[in-house]
């Protein structure tokens, strides 16, 4: 199991479980605002938007190139920008904070 | 106050949490003809073709979710009438529901032609809703071994490319003289033509299907195409009649304004069954996508809560065929000039850029997000772009290097 933090917006902070996934499903399943992923998952909406706390963005990763090209599409990106629906979730990632982007 | 909305898919569901997110206190009742929890549409003819997942994989919002936002879901209830004088709608089991606001979101069903032998036919599918999906998933474990697919457009290509992961024999036929006829350019036609040929599906354009027999599918031509799996993907109709027999102003779609606003001030509409005039393009649109629907979702809910708000984004649409990944913006419609570029060295990955006169009008781009979001970036702010440069494919894609 792995516990992960969204910050929304507003100021909410929820944290869910989960071991399998990907961050965008964690992030529906438990009512995050912000986090709309409008295209399912499949990389074409950058409706799933998180900036991962930079003491943390090691243990998630880089994004891909076309994570990162399709990141551009949003003004609020920056260095610590990624998709939610690319981010698989594993016991790796347990304890680590994403603020939403939007 | 009550806000009711007819069709719980992409449109109506994110209309229904838009309200809320916008301050809408009263009542939000969301009717959907189809029994299961709303549900993603696109993976329906991609990965949920190809797999054994639950629809639920596919949910919209988790069932939760409506209950804490105050939505009530009525599934597996059909709208039969609407009566505007009254301010009520009546489902087709007979219960009326008095409504403040009234939503309709009701896209569109697949249009199924006239071909002799198709409705006896037992093997034939058509493919729209997660039952249909799982109708063809239930077939496919009596492992048929040659599918033809009837109809050459994003969908049936779409199906195409899964049933080949799956194994089996594919075959499309198209009725006009390239794949893609009414949404893409040539070049992009025969992109696509070559890329399912080389994944094994055979492509047969030129084909008017005109009957289909317990085990075959016969053009007009005299080809026949044996088949143990048909699947119909030809297209669709739109579901006006209800606005139609409710006296609200429809042509090809429910004529919406830039509120989204029907005729009636008190009733909108959003989605696959709108015909709206597009700001950017100046012209009459109705598009069937999931950007249309959740984009017009967003001014529906402002516009209802009172809040000024213009539909006025440029569309967007994805495809997933095989390895590859196609997103288009913009509409080509009109189109006199295109430019492609295939980017060198890098595998699969192109972009066809469309201009009429100087004005970049879409891009199709595959496996191409750099192209596709710049694009995105040049069409909205319509900078004009460097055409000679563009056509070098020496110079990366930069927005440096194009304007
Ligand atoms: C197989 C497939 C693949 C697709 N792939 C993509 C893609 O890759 N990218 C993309 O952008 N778009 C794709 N689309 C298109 C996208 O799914 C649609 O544009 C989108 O679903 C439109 O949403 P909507 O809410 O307007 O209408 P719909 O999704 O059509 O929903 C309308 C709902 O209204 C309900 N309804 C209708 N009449 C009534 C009534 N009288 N009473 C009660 N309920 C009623 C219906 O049951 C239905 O659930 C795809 C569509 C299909 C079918
Ligand atoms: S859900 Fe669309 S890009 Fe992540």
């Keep these: 199991m792995a516990k992960i933090t969204f910050i929304t917006q507003t100021g909410t902070q929820i944290t869910a479980e989960a071991s399998s996934g990907n961050i965008m499903e964690l992030a529906k399943e438990n009512n995050v605002e912000g986090i709309d992923g409008d295209c399912g998952g499949v990389c074409s909406c950058a409706t799933c938007h998180v900036h991962v706390a930079p003491e943390h963005f090691d243990k998630v990763g880089k994004a891909s190139e076309i994570e990162e090209d399709m990141l551009e599409l949003d003004d609020n990106a920056n260095e610590y920008s990624r998709l939610g629906c690319q981010i698989e979730i594993s016991e790796d990632l347990n304890g680590i904070v994403l603020q939403v982007a939007n | ?403």
């Design chain 2, 1 to 403: 106050m009550t806000c009711v909305i007819i069709g719980a898919s992409h449109g109506g569901v994110n209309c229904a949490f838009n309200l809320r997110k916008e301050g809408w206190e009263g009542a939000i009742i969301l009717y959907d003809a189809d029994s299961h929890l709303p549900y993603h549409r696109p993976p329906l003819s991609k990965t949920f073709l190809t797999s054994d997942d639950a629809i639920e994989k596919h949910s919209l919002k988790a069932a939760e979710s409506y209950d804490k936002a105050g939505i009530a879901l009525r599934l597996g209830e059909k709208v039969a009438t609407i009566d505007r004088e009254a301010k009520t709608i009546t489902t087709a089991s007979g219960t009326s529901q008095p409504y403040d606001k009234l939503v309709l979101a009701t896209g569109a069903r697949p249009f199924v032609p006239p071909i002799a032998g198709l409705a006896q036919a037992a093997n034939v599918h058509v493919l729209r809703t997660a039952e249909g999906v799982l109708g063809i998933r239930e077939a496919l474990k009596a492992k048929p071994r040659q599918a033809v697919i009837i109809g050459g457009g994003y969908i049936g290509l779409e199906i195409a490319a899964s049933l080949r992961k799956l194994g089996l024999d594919v075959t499309v036929l198209e009725r006009e003289a390239r794949l893609l006829p009414r949404v893409t350019s040539p070049e992009m036609s025969t992109f696509f033509a070559e890329l399912h040929a080389a994944n094994g599906t055979t492509i047969a354009c030129s084909k008017n299907v005109s009957k289909i027999t317990t085990d075959a599918v016969h053009c007009a031509d005299g080809s026949t195409y044996a088949a143990d799996l048909i699947i119909v993907g030809v297209g669709i109709r739109v579901n006006t009649e209800l606005a139609t027999a409710a006296g609200l102003k429809t042509t090809n779609g429910i004529v919406v304004n830039e509120q989204t606003q029907t005729n009636d001030p008190d009733v909108y509409a959003l989605g696959d069954c709108t015909l709206h005039h597009s700001k950017h393009y100046n012209r009459p649109v109705r598009l069937e996508s999931v950007q249309n629907a959740v984009d017009q979702a967003k001014v529906t809910a402002a516009s209802i809560c009172g809040k000024e708000a213009c539909y006025d984004s440029i569309p967007w649409f994805w495809s997933d065929q095989y390895d590859a990944k196609l997103q288009m913006v913009g509409l080509s419609e009109g189109y006199t000039q295109v430019i492609l570029r295939d980017e060198p060295g890098e595998g699969l990955k192109k972009s066809a850029w469309y201009f009429k006169g100087d004005e970049l009008l879409a891009v199709d781009a595959v496996n191409n997000a750099k192209a596709y979001v710049l694009g995105t970036k040049f069409i909205k702010d319509r900078i004009s772009v460097n055409k000679e440069n563009l056509a070098n494919t020496e110079l990366p894609l930069k927005p440096g290097n194009l304007v």
